[in-house]
């Protein structure tokens, strides 16, 4: 029998993935990957690999460089997943954070930040003060009657 210690799960726009970490019955430690694409609306692809801790290691070290080798070459649009996206939108609306603070935080375009606002129903408003034209004031004095 095995036991389940940790689960994360990864949502994404076509797949889903499934990370464990399970506790064998003979005392042994593996981490499971679970993936699940999405083909169409009620049809799904699932595959499932096993890793021992052991070959862990390496096979994170060889990701690592896939993943520095593939931003190189191929830049891609970032996908935000649901946890970042009510991240992003409660440091907006709760944080009062910029969105020119955000992009640098999130590592993304205003526009894209504004994009998910947009989806969410979220009105987007600037935080800072006009500093083009300093108000007037107009003080009236009364005038002395001799």
Known sequence: MQEILKSEI????????????????????????????????????????RIRP????????????????IRKNHPRKRVFTD???????????????EIETLAVQFDC?????KQIFFENNIAVTSNSIAKDKPVRRRFWRRKRSE
Do not use: M, P, W
Request: glycine share 2%; net charge negative.
């Open 109 to 113: 375009s205003v526009n894209e930040i």
């Open 54 to 69: 052991s070959d862990l290691d390496e096979i994170i070290q060889i990701l690592v460089s896939y993943q520095s080798e």
């Open 10 to 49: 990864i949502n994404t726009e076509k797949s889903r993935y499934n990370l464990e970490l399970i506790k064998a019955a003979n005392g042994l430690f593996y981490v499971s990957i679970g993936q699940s694409i999405f083909v169409h609306q009620l049809d799904t692809i699932e595959s499932n690999i």
């Open 83 to 97: 946890f970042r996206k009510k991240e992003l939108i409660n440091k907006y609306l709760n944080k009062c954070l």
